[in-house]
């Protein structure tokens, strides 16, 4: 039986490259008009900081779990940790800012909905 539990290591220590790459770019941010444009919500940006450095944690302490109990996780378990650790915090870099996207969607009042043109 093959123990994919270092795959987890892997993807954590990837996470965590992001997450300092992340982490000038919020610096860069802050000075800089390039990055302003490229990245126009500093929250979404700060929540994805964030987002894969509880990612990091999270598979590093997954990793130890499965060491320190001499469990082999199955690799459909090690696969969907690491895609969603990678792919959970891109929707905050996704998301456009969060004025554009407000206004942007059609507002519904309570009475369209139950039919209240008769």
Do not use: E
């Not at 940790?81 to 059609?106: H, T």
Request: proline fraction near 5%.
């Amino acid at each position: 039986m093959h123990n994919f539990a270092s795959v987890l290591v892997v993807v954590g220590s990837l996470c965590l490259l992001i997450t300092l790459v992340l982490a000038w770019c919020l610096v860069g941010v802050r000075s800089s008009a390039l990055m302003k444009k490229l990245f126009p919500n500093y929250q979404n940006l700060l929540k994805a900081h964030i987002d894969y450095l509880l990612m990091t944690g999270l598979l590093m302490i997954f990793f130890l779990l499965f060491t320190h109990f001499r469990v082999s996780p199955p690799v459909v378990v090690v696969c969907a940790m690491s895609i969603g650790s990678f792919m959970n915090p891109v929707g905050f870099i996704a998301l456009p800012s969060s004025r554009r996207f407000a206004s942007s969607r059609p507002v519904h009042s309570a009475s369209s909905w139950r039919g209240a043109s008769h």
